[in-house]
Structure formats: structure tokens, C-alpha cells
């Protein structure tokens, strides 16, 4: 298995741009989750999916965040319009109800918002 | 869910045991312990996780005091490719809340030659 596969693994744009990140979760995984990285906050979770559907969205910071899950093996999660102090690692994570909550992290996507 | 309690930082040396302490006073009678880690520049990584019986599994052992107010994550041989944050999470098994897990600041811990 491949792993949870996110692109890009970096991005560098210029406020004002959209930005969308891309996640492939393991296949047979029901469940995914963006969480978002910075020196100041640590790991959040941003929200996340069940079934393709999104059941907690709390921790999306405001609208201009905006996540789907078209089918079971594709989410993004868009940024529009980006600001710097969006600038993080985002990773994506996915795991199956029959683990029990261990979650399979991918690589992670470096955005830069200059 | 319980807050978790963990030293920032800890050393140890090559191939001796690491054991590394997580309060959590607060934790309920559904709430499970995990532990996860995360590498420099890699996404986190599950360990191990537990109720109130000690586990085990390839990676470490996980001791959870009898009033599970505390726990110890052990890596019982560490290694340099073990200098990571370990991250101690409390949370509920299942129900509304299934999936979310909550981060601390975690150890850091380093593991030298």
C-alpha cells in the first residue's frame, strides 16, 4: 500500500491566490481528517470526513477554508483567498473504523504564502 | 476530553530504554491513551494506545497506572531514528467524537549516541 498521498508536497503562492491541497487516503479507509501545523499552535484538526461526508468542521479557521471529499479516494482542501499566516504544513490522515483510531498521516504539504 | 500533561523535553541514550510520563489526573472511564510521534518533517505516527491494561506491541510497551490518572509510554532499546516528538492524547473511544484527536506540545525527545 502506498500510503496516504498528498500533493504538492510544497507550495509557494502570493497572497490574494487560491490554493488547493490534494489527499489520497488509503484505499478502504471511511475516514479522513486535515489537520494543520504551525510553530505557534501545533497540530490542529482542521475537520474531518466520514463516508465522503463531513462531520466535523469546528476547527476550519474561517471561510476562506473549504474542504470536500468528492468520493472515497479524493478530498482538497482549498485556501481562497491564501494570507500569509495561512502558511503551514498541512497533512492529511485517514483510517478505517475497524482500527480503532489509528490514524495513517501522509507527508504532509508545505504551503508558503508570501 | 482529558487534557494530557507531558515533560517538553527528555534525553537518552543509545540503546537504553526511554520511558517517557504522561499525566492525564482528569481522564474518564471510556477515555482510551494513545501515543503517537512525529519525526522531523514527517507526519505522525501511530504507536501504540491502551484503556487500562498494559500493551504491548513492536514498537513499545504502554503502563497505565491502576487509577489511570498517569501512564508511561517505554521504548525498550532506543534508537537515533527514535529522536521525535511523542505525543500522549486522552480521548473517548467511539460516539460523537470518533476520530478526533487532540495535540499537545508533546516531548521531545532525543536519543543520543
Known amino acids: 500500500d502506498a500510503g496516504v498521498i498528498q500533493s504538492p508536497r510544497h507550495e509557494v503562492t502570493e497572497m490574494g491566490q487560491e490554493v488547493t491541497l490534494r489527499c489520497k487516503p488509503i484505499s478502504g479507509h471511511d475516514y479522513l481528517f486535515w489537520y494543520r501545523q504551525t510553530m505557534m499552535r501545533g497540530l490542529e484538526l482542521l475537520i474531518y470526513?466520514?463516508?465522503?461526508?463531513?462531520?466535523?468542521d469546528s476547527g476550519m479557521p474561517e471561510d476562506r477554508f473549504s474542504a470536500k471529499m468528492p468520493n472515497a479516494s479524493f478530498s482538497t482542501l482549498k485556501i481562497q483567498p491564501s494570507e500569509p499566516r495561512d502558511s503551514a504544513v498541512y497533512f492529511c490522515?485517514?483510517?478505517?473504523?475497524?482500527?480503532?483510531?489509528?490514524?495513517?498521516f501522509g507527508p504532509g504539504t508545505r504551503l508558503t504564502v508570501l | 476530553d482529558a487534557k494530557t500533561t507531558q515533560p517538553p523535553s527528555m534525553d537518552c541514550a543509545e540503546g537504553r530504554a526511554a520511558n517517557l510520563p504522561c499525566n492525564h489526573s482528569t481522564i474518564s472511564g471510556n477515555e482510551y491513551v494513545y501515543w503517537y510521534r512525529q519525526i522531523h518533517s514527517q507526519g505522525p505516527q501511530y504507536i501504540i494506545h491502551g484503556l487500562k491494561n498494559n500493551e504491548t506491541n513492536e514498537m513499545a510497551s504502554l503502563i497505565i497506572t491502576e487509577d489511570r490518572k498517569s501512564s508511561t509510554l517505554i521504548l525498550p532499546h532506543a534508537t537515533l531514528r527514535d529522536t521525535a516528538v511523542y505525543y500522549c492524547?486522552?480521548?473517548?473511544?467511539?460516539?460523537?467524537?470518533?476520530?478526533?484527536?487532540?495535540f499537545g506540545q508533546g516531548t521531545i525527545l532525543t536519543v543520543h549516541p
Open positions: 492524547i486522552v480521548r473517548v473511544g467511539g460516539g460523537t467524537s470518533y476520530g478526533k484527536l487532540t
Open positions: 470526513f466520514n463516508n465522503n461526508v463531513p462531520i466535523d
Open positions: 490522515a485517514s483510517s478505517s473504523g475497524y482500527t480503532f483510531n489509528e490514524q495513517f
